[in-house]
């Protein structure tokens, strides 16, 4: 089960991280006696992770802890 931030802004669920969700997949909608800052909403679409969010492809995030020492092997090769 995954946990998602989202508030409704008067219209529709808005949701404040990605969904990895498939078609016709069962969700659980629950709705908390808490209520967001509108002004906040906008301030996480301004920063870097929040924009250049939906670019992430988690396959390549995989490689990125060997990338450094891939690209010295293949410059200097292996000493």
Same mark, same amino acid.
């Given at each position: 089960?995954?946990? #998602?931030?989202?508030?409704?802004?008067?219209? +529709?669920?808005?949701? %404040?991280?990605?969904?990895?969700?498939?078609?016709? =997949? !069962? $969700?659980?909608?629950?709705?908390?006696?808490?209520?967001?800052?509108?002004? #906040?909403?906008?301030?996480?679409?301004?920063? +870097?992770?929040?924009? %250049?969010?939906?670019?992430?492809?988690?396959?390549? =995030? !995989? $490689?990125?802890?060997?990338?450094?020492?891939?690209?010295?092997?293949?410059?200097?090769?292996?000493?």
């Amino acid at each position: 089960m995954i946990a #998602l931030q989202a508030y409704y802004d008067g219209n +529709a669920v808005q949701l %404040l991280e990605e969904i990895h969700a498939q078609k016709n =997949q !069962k $969700l659980i909608v629950t709705i908390l006696d808490e209520f967001i800052d509108e002004t #906040l909403t906008k301030e996480v679409e301004k920063t +870097a992770r929040g924009i %250049l969010g939906k670019y992430a492809n988690l396959e390549l =995030q !995989k $490689l990125e802890k060997s990338a450094w020492e891939k690209a010295v092997v293949t410059r200097y090769g292996n000493a």
